[in-house]
């Protein structure tokens, strides 16, 4: 998780380090490590959750 936070990059909207972010996808590492998802579900809960996200920019 750590590892991957220190990529910090740009997308059309510009950076992509929101800390908001981070945290939707923490928590999906999280879920996916103990075992509370799987690495399917919880790529679609990180897509639904950032396009929430996207939407209320």
Avoid: C, H, W
Wanted: no cysteine; hydrophobic share 40%; aromatic share 8%.
């Amino acid at each position: 998780m750590e590892r991957s936070l220190t990529y910090s990059g740009f997308d059309d909207g510009g950076l992509t380090t929101s800390a908001e972010v981070a945290k939707i996808m923490e928590e999906a590492y999280e879920a996916v490590a103990y075992g509370v998802m799987t690495p399917t579900e919880a790529a679609k809960d990180i897509v639904q959750k950032l396009n929430d996200f996207l939407a209320r920019q």
